[in-house]
């Protein structure tokens, strides 16, 4: 399974973006779906995570209410809608592949990983 990320870029705080991973490879159809960041200077920390059917999701504490997470399992894409931006959101995105199905936390948990895509909050 190769995933790519894409949808970072730079943006004013308060603004938005949409970030989406698509999945090559190996049907991720009943598989969770995560995004976790990486701030420079910081350990990698977990954003969101999506059922295999969508209908489950969970985040952060630190997203909660801003970010949206959801998946297009037909095209093997999943998406995190963040809004109200903050500073503080700056850091490397990665898509993760959860082959458990379960909605996990914890990083070395994951199965695959996608190699990231930047997102630069500025005040």
């Known amino acids: 399974v190769q995933l790519q990320a894409c949808g970072g870029g730079l943006v004013q705080a308060g603004g938005f973006l949409r970030l989406s991973c698509a999945a090559y490879g190996r049907t991720f159809g009943l598989y969770a779906m995560n995004w976790f960041r990486q701030a420079p200077g910081k350990e990698r920390e977990f954003v969101a995570a999506?059922?295999?059917?969508?209908?489950?999701?969970y985040y952060a504490d630190s997203v909660k209410g801003r970010f949206t997470i959801s998946r297009e399992s037909a095209k093997n894409t999943v998406y995190l809608q963040m809004n109200s931006l903050k500073p503080e959101d700056t850091a490397v995105y990665y898509c993760a592949v959860d082959y458990s199905g379960l909605l996990r936390t914890r990083g070395e948990l994951m199965d695959y990983w996608g190699k990231g895509t930047q997102v630069t909050v500025s005040s």
């Open positions: 999506v059922s295999w059917d969508g209908v489950s999701t």
